[in-house]
């Protein structure tokens, strides 16, 4: 079993920067494929980056660019770097830990994007 838990949301001009968090019970990223998604009020959750357990990185085109995923190992600890901040990213962010046969999400963190 795997407890994901997000943070470092909240609101933001247009242009801001925000990190997000999300911090793992336990050392998973040496096995685990992490993804962050995001879900927009009325719209279907969607893919925005992966990390792979190799370090390999992959982002949607909506935010290539702008977003970063990172990692740091001895905290346990998943990033999501969103810089040039737009009213459409605005959604409620979820990271998910892929373990082949097994998911895990987080249970999400507020984004608003608005002047």
């Known amino acids: 079993q795997v407890q994901l838990v997000e943070s470092g949301g909240g609101l933001v001009q247009p242009g801001g920067s925000l990190r997000l968090s999300c911090a793992a019970s336990r050392n998973i990223f040496s096995i685990y494929i992490m993804d962050w998604y995001r879900q927009a009020p009325g719209k279907q959750r969607e893919w925005v980056a992966t990390l792979t357990n190799s370090g390999t990185t992959n982002y949607a085109a909506s935010v290539k660019g702008r977003f970063t995923i990172s990692r740091d190992n001895a905290k346990n600890t998943m990033y999501l770097q969103m810089n040039s901040l737009r009213p459409e990213d605005t959604a409620v962010y979820y990271c998910?830990?892929?373990?082949?046969?097994?998911?895990?999400w987080g249970q999400g963190t507020q984004v608003t994007v608005s002047s």
């Open positions: 998910k830990a892929n373990g082949g046969m097994m998911a895990y």
